[in-house]
């Protein structure tokens, strides 16, 4: 078992592709987060949409113990400027056994979601020590090289990973 774990919600596969490279890039653990709904079609969408403005909590399968792991890199799809709901379940429920934290986020339009980090902040009950948001565009185009490489970095300054 590695010391640091990324876990994530996708919905359509582009948080979960950049969560797998940071996994390989920091040696981690890597472990989805499933919702116990779908969030399929366009009914999914809006019931994603009206989950996040709701600050809904909706039950969630299964999500790694984060208990063990001295630092953990959850990441999440921006829902209405929101973290994606699941993510926000995970976070509440484990939230109180999380060691370090790190968070990213993958949105459609690469904007900066202040609100996403601070819920997850909120939930987790801690600051991330380092974060970092893209686009889905540059993930699924594999152009998250060097943002990878700058939030290993930053992790690493912050003594939360190798180098
Ligand atoms: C319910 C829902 C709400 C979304 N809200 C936003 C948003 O507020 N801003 C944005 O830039 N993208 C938004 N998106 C786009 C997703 O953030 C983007 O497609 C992301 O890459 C999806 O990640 P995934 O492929 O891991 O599911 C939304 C997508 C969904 C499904």
Known sequence: MADILVTWFSRSGSTERLARALAQRLGADAEPILASGSYAGATGFVRGVWQS??????????????????????GAPVWAGRPAAPVR????QHGPRIQGLA??????SGAAYD????????LAGRRPIATLSLAQRQVLADEADAAIEG?????HEAGAAAA
């Open 53 to 74: 403005l709701q600050r809904r909590m909706p039950p969630v399968r299964s999500g790694a113990d984060p208990g063990p792991y001295r630092l953990v890199v959850v």
């Open 89 to 92: 379940s995970y976070l509440r």
């Open 103 to 108: 968070a990213f986020c993958v949105s459609g």
């Open 151 to 155: 939030f290993a970095a930053r992790l």
């Open 115 to 122: 609100g996403v980090f601070d819920d997850m902040a909120e």
